[in-house]
């Protein structure tokens, strides 16, 4: 359908719940050549791209002149950004700039990362997402989207009437920046975990300034002998939307509670064999539970997953794409891919 967004004209498909994503694409030429004017019209349509948001999930600009970092930079250059970006968060990646992140680096490639909604496991979280592919993967390498609202209908209530009344609790280790692998084994299932350093996730090498960060973001904190760190974050797993107010499943159950669900049997052997095995140098990574404290059920966790499945939209990326995802209503994950990828991110607090 053909559809007026601002003073111009795009070409919008049909803004329904879970028909995610909706494409918009310029019909304007000056919107297809000119950077300048498609920054000001991406300016006057937020509050209206906001809307469409919170009902479909998840929008992609195609056909824009959006062509590097620099340009991506200037398109959501009035986007808030939270107050400490990807601190504390699980996954290694580096800043390119400005407002804008690589998108993960460090998980294998030829495996697929599940659906999630964007640092769920913190106290503090980005409500929205920006997507923009600078070069298109020529195999698989689609970042993948579902719909939270149709995947948490078909989670069984008894579990999430226990989220409900026990809340979630998260625990993550992160290692010493003195430390090294003692072999290329163990240097691959460190890679692979996100067994990441304390530097690396909270990007600075002061512990003076992560301690700073933990309290300014809700995070409990232990330092260990060893010069390594543990935290520790309770939420409800839920959170409101900030436009409509309703109340989303919102949390990291089944990405942090199941390491065989996330990456396979071949995998979780070698992860078991490293951090389950008596007298382990480190403690897991990630771990998760009931906000009192208890265990989860490993099997009720590893049932998740084909929920997830079940609702995973994917769509080729093309050079230029920017794609915004609305982080309480939407997941995301990513395709196994070979090749070239360039796939990076920025982070929101609103619209």
Not at 36 to 43: G, I, M, N, T
Not at 136 to 158: C, L, M, W, Y
Not at 253 to 276: A, C, D, Q, T, V
């Amino acid at each position: 359908m053909t559809s007026t967004l601002g003073d111009d004209v795009v070409l919008l498909g049909d803004v329904a719940e879970g028909e995610l994503p909706l494409f918009v694409t310029p019909a304007n030429p000056k919107l297809k050549n000119d950077l300048d004017a498609s920054v000001e019209w991406l300016k006057s349509v937020t509050g209206e791209l906001a809307q469409a948001m919170s009902r479909v999930g998840a929008v992609v600009l195609r056909g824009f002149p959006v062509k590097d970092t620099a340009d991506f930079n200037r398109m959501i250059e009035h986007f808030p950004s939270p107050d400490f970006d990807y601190a504390g968060g699980a996954a290694k990646r580096n800043n390119l700039g400005g407002k804008v992140f690589e998108t993960t680096t460090t998980i294998i490639t030829d495996v697929v990362l599940p659906l999630h909604q964007e640092m769920s496991y913190q106290p503090t979280y980005p409500t929205k997402l920006t997507f923009f592919c600078q070069v298109a993967p020529k195999n698989g390498g689609s970042t993948t989207i579902g719909d939270v609202r149709a995947i948490a209908r078909e989670i069984p209530q008894k579990f999430r009437d226990e989220v409900t009344e026990r809340g979630v609790m998260y625990r993550t280790h992160r290692r010493s920046p003195d430390s090294a692998p003692v072999d290329e084994a163990e240097s691959s299932i460190w890679h692979e975990t996100r067994h990441k350093t304390w530097v690396e996730t909270f990007y600075t090498e002061s512990a003076a300034e992560v301690e700073q960060i933990c309290r300014a973001t809700g995070l409990e904190f232990e330092w260990l002998p060893d010069g390594s760190l543990t935290t520790e974050c309770r939420t409800t797993g839920y959170a409101p939307h900030p436009l409509t107010g309703d109340t989303h499943w919102f949390n990291h159950i089944h990405g942090m509670g199941s390491p065989l669900g996330s990456f396979g049997e071949e995998y979780w052997k070698r992860y078991s064999n490293y951090y389950l095995r008596p007298g382990a140098r480190y403690p897991r990574p990630h771990e998760v539970f009931f906000g009192d404290g208890t265990p989860m059920d490993p099997d009720t966790v590893l049932s998740l997953y084909p929920l997830y499945r079940e609702h995973t939209v994917a769509f080729p990326w093309q050079e230029g794409d920017m794609m915004f995802v609305d982080n309480v209503i939407t997941a995301h994950g990513r395709s196994p891919y070979t090749g070239p990828r360039n796939i990076q991110v920025s982070l929101s607090t609103g619209w």
